[in-house]
């Protein structure tokens, strides 16, 4: 039961660098979510996906490019990463279908730390 | 714009006794309403949620929640609370006339004391 899987995991990047975090769905689900979480901030949404091919911007999404290519898979990248992005990073999936009320499925989290 | 709000930053409660995390919310129309735990170092796990129907809803762990719409409220409730219940939880509300996107509440700290 892999559900959504996201990595790496654990990273500490220097200011400037870039780096994608990956992730993974294996529920066929036609929407996928990355959120940050910071303290005291509950998640905001980054960027979202309703479809292969197609993505949206979210709440906050400066600094941050995303893009699926598959329908299991949706990229985060940062360009040139900024101490204001250390945060843990949420991918979510879920099923279309706004009658359904469809539940949002998260991942384990990868935090990331920006020196 | 929807929004959700979650008044209490921590709850306190002794093992055994009955817990209840606040939470009410904004929207333009109908709501769906979704209660997620997280525990330490963990993603989101999703608790319970309301569509339609019944106000009272009952989800995983002995976890309800009571919709009331003329006070825009969705608590969060357990009968008799358990050590392990200790976590993050948070609310989130999803507009039905604004897309499929969640928005969340900062988010009630629970501690359960033995």
């Known amino acids: 039961n892999a559900g959504v899987t996201q990595t790496p995991k654990f990273r500490v990047l220097k200011t400037g660098q870039s780096m994608t975090l990956l992730c993974a769905q294996d529920m066929n689900h036609e929407y996928m979510y990355w959120y940050r979480q910071d303290p005291g901030m509950g998640l905001r949404l980054i960027h979202y996906?309703?479809?292969?091919?197609?993505?949206a911007k979210g709440e906050v999404p400066d600094g941050y490019n995303v893009s699926r290519l598959k329908k299991q898979n949706f990229l985060l990248g940062l360009e040139s990463a900024a101490p204001s992005q250390t945060s843990v990073y949420f991918c979510?999936?879920?099923?279309?279908?706004?009658?359904?009320?469809?539940?949002?499925?998260f991942g384990e989290g990868s935090w990331l730390t920006v020196v | 714009a929807q929004s959700v709000a979650q008044p209490e930053d921590q709850v306190n409660v002794a093992e055994g006794n009955p817990l209840t995390v606040k939470c009410t919310y904004s929207?333009?129309?109908?709501?769906?309403l979704f209660w997620y735990v997280q525990y330490p170092n963990r993603g989101l796990q999703f608790l319970l949620k309301y569509i339609t129907g019944d106000n009272l809803v009952k989800g995983s762990y002995g976890f309800e929640a009571e919709f009331n719409k003329s006070q825009t409220s969705f608590h969060l409730k357990k009968p008799s609370a358990l050590v392990s219940d200790s976590a993050l939880y948070f609310c989130a509300v999803r507009d039905i006339n604004a897309g499929n996107m969640l928005t969340f509440g900062g988010g009630t700290r629970l501690m359960v004391k033995p």
């Open positions: 979510a999936s879920s099923y279309a279908g706004q009658a359904e009320g469809n539940t949002i499925y």
């Open positions: 929207v333009s129309g109908n709501p769906y």
């Open positions: 996906s309703v479809g292969e091919g197609t993505t």
